[in-house]
Structures are given as structure tokens and as C-alpha cells.
């Protein structure tokens, strides 16, 4: 949401930009497919800036653009790095970068955890940094390929103000970098193990088996980590603090999210609407994506009370 209370959306499909009035009238597009100034081939991650700058990464061209808030074209840069995926900006106009990782399979049937290296961009000075080491997804080997293993854990992160936030959510703990890499701070609730059960397993195998989108070979699963994670998502608001979605498999609802201040302190607990995706929170709305029971897509603004 822009500061005039304009709605922007990156879709991906149209591969365009999308301008709605806070009441869902539709305005303009910009963009469209191609790779001339201001076109996307595969556009996955918009940010926004200060003065309502509009940042679009195209993963397939390896391409910044950048838009003022009423859409205009203002240019476009190159990240130098190796195979990057920019996944946030922070607040000194650097971009967090999500290194690809390559997968091993292991003796067992399962793919093995490599390490990861979140590295930082400065597009003014055309230079990275390291931030932090993380863990790769947890993965199987399947007849069709390799693929999440069921349960399976994994790092979480978000770009937070000027602060890099990452966690291993088999774990209930959050660290904080500063943007040269030095670790500031740890973060962590209680939180008890959940085992997985065989319950859960034919749940998922009767959820899976009906969604045309799975492969076979992830449909027919059998094997499944021990232990559920313990939170699936990280997203840093407008005013600082950063919240945290405890996880719950697709067909479990609703979903709760954890909200932790600037100083780390937990202040309250959220119970998000069913099949409601966040995509931003502000300091007075949460605006997110809905499906209904054809699966039909909708944005949809909430309101937000912060007295707590």
C-alpha cells in the first residue's frame, strides 16, 4: 500500500504491476512480458521504497526495476552475484539475496541440508557482504525427483528495518544480524515439540491426493520427518516489529502469529481469518490474499488496532 492509500500488486501471470484504489477500483497496469526498460520475464518479489518507490526483481532476467509510485519507469540494474534471488530490501536501500542451493541426495533416500550463505547488495557501490549461514529445506527423493520432505524443516528469514532476521524453525528461536554480518540478538519463546502422527500423515496424503498441482511421487509419500516445525513464516511490519506465523498444515485453521516489538518482547498473539495470506502489514491494516471454496483469489485489507 502506497502512502495515498493506493493497492499495488505484482502479478506475476500478467507480469505486471496492478494499481487499485483502497476500495478495489482498478486504475492502471504497467510492465507486461518482455525484457525492454520496465518489462518482466519472471518477475517474484516487489518492494517497496521511500517516497512510494515501487523495486520489482525479475529472477529470469537477473533484474531490478525500479518505478515511481504512479508507475513511471525511473531505471533498472543488474545484481552481481552468483544465481541471486533478492527476497527483501532494508532500510538503507540494500537488498537481501537468497543464494540458490544445490541439492544431494544421501544414501537413505533424503536430500541432505547444505549450508546456506545470505549475502547482502548495495546497488549504489555494486557491492555484497555476507549476513549469515543457514540451512537449506529439508528434502526426499522421490520417483519423480527430489521434493519437500512432509513436515520437513527449514530457515525462515526476513530484511527487518536494518537488521537481518533468520531461524531454523525446528527450532523457536529467531537471530538478529546487523547489515555487516555481526549477530546482535536472540529472539525465542516457549514452544514444545509437536510430534507428527500418523494422523497427520493421512491427512496429508488425503489433502495431497486431491490437488492436481502435487506430483505423483509426493501424492504416494512415505516417509516424513519425525517432528512438526514450530512456525512457517517471518514478516517484518511497518513500524518495526516482527511477527511470527506458527505453523499449521494446509488443512488446519486458523492460524496463529506471534508479535514480537522492537526489543524482542512478545506483546500479544494474532488469529488470522481462514485461507488469508499475509502480503503486507502496516501499522494500521494487514493486507493479504484470500481463496474461497473454488479456489478463486481475492486481495482483502483488514483493519489493525494496536492497542494491546
Not at 536472540?186 to 502422527?197: K, L, M, R
Not at 501499522?283 to 490474499?289: A, F, N, Q, S, T
Request: proline share 5%; hydrophobic share 35%.
Amino acid at each position: 500500500m502506497l502512502s495515498n492509500g493506493t493497492i499495488v500488486l505484482l502479478n506475476a501471470g500478467t507480469q505486471e504491476l496492478l494499481f487499485f484504489s483502497q476500495s478495489g477500483e482498478y486504475r492502471r497496469s504497467v510492465g507486461g512480458q518482455g525484457r525492454g526498460p520496465g518489462e518482466f520475464v519472471g518477475p517474484d518479489w516487489l518492494g517497496h521504497g521511500s517516497g512510494d518507490t515501487l523495486f520489482v526483481w525479475d529472477t529470469r532476467l537477473g533484474r531490478l526495476s525500479i518505478f515511481s509510485g504512479e508507475g513511471k519507469f525511473l531505471t533498472s540494474s543488474r545484481v552481481l552475484d552468483q544465481l541471486p534471488t533478492v527476497r527483501g530490501r532494508f532500510e538503507d536501500g540494500s537488498l537481501l539475496l537468497d543464494p540458490i542451493s544445490v541439492v544431494h541426495i544421501s544414501a537413505d533416500g533424503r536430500v541432505e541440508r547444505d549450508p546456506k550463505e545470505y549475502r547482502r547488495y548495495a546497488p549504489r557501490i555494486l557491492a555484497t557482504n555476507d549476513l549469515a549461514d543457514g540451512l537449506s529445506d529439508e528434502w526426499v527423493d522421490g520417483a519423480g525427483g527430489p521434493y519437500s520432505l512432509p513436515f520437513g524443516k527449514g530457515d525462515l528469514f526476513s530484511a527487518h528495518g536494518m537488521a537481518f532476521v533468520v531461524g531454523d524453525n525446528g527450532t523457536s528461536v529467531l537471530r538478529y544480524y546487523d547489515l555487516q554480518g555481526q549477530l546482535r540478538r536472540y529472539v525465542s519463546w516457549v514452544s514444545d515439540p509437536i510430534p507428527v502422527t500418523n494422523e497427520d500423515k493421512r491427512n496429508y496424503s488425503e489433502h495431497h491426493a486431491r490437488d492436481p498441482r502435487v506430483g505423483a511421487s509426493q501424492r504416494g509419500t512415505t516417509l516424513f520427518a519425525d517432528v512438526r516445525p514450530r512456525f512457517s513464516a517471518i514478516e517484518s511490519d511497518r513500524t518495526g516489529w516482527l511477527w511470527v506465523r506458527e505453523f499449521a498444515a494446509e488443512w488446519e485453521r486458523p492460524e496463529d502469529w506471534l508479535v514480537f516489538d522492537e526489543d524482542g518482547v512478545l506483546r500479544c498473539r494474532v488469529e488470522m481469518p481462514s485461507t488469508f495470506s499475509v502480503l503486507e502489514i502496516g501499522e494500521d491494516y494487514i493486507l493479504g490474499r484470500q481463496e474461497n471454496e473454488s479456489d478463486e483469489e481475492s486481495v482483502v485489507l483488514f483493519d489493525l488496532s494496536r492497542n494491546y
